[in-house]
């Protein structure tokens, strides 16, 4: 394993405490899009390209934009 390898995994599990432990929702939906990039990253230095691909297009993309307009939804709905 390399140094690079060692230093995106511990980026993923600060990333991944952050998340957890954040309480803004829209802090922990920008968190959670990086996570994914970053596991994406991972993915492709592990010989992964297409995992690394779904990993970006789905949970950076699809996931992350379906969370903010949840995000969004919500506020919307606790100030009526």
Avoid: H
């Amino acid at each position: 394993m390399t140094v690079l390898n060692v230093l995106l995994v511990l980026c993923l599990i600060v990333l991944a405490v952050f998340v957890v432990m954040s309480r803004n929702m829209l802090a922990s939906v920008v968190l959670f899009s990086a996570y994914g990039l970053i596991m994406a990253l991972l993915w492709q230095r592990l010989g992964a390209p297409m995992l690394a691909l779904a990993e970006v297009v789905i949970e950076s993309g699809i996931i992350s934009v379906l969370f903010v307009v949840s995000v969004f939804r919500i506020s919307k709905d606790d100030v009526e």
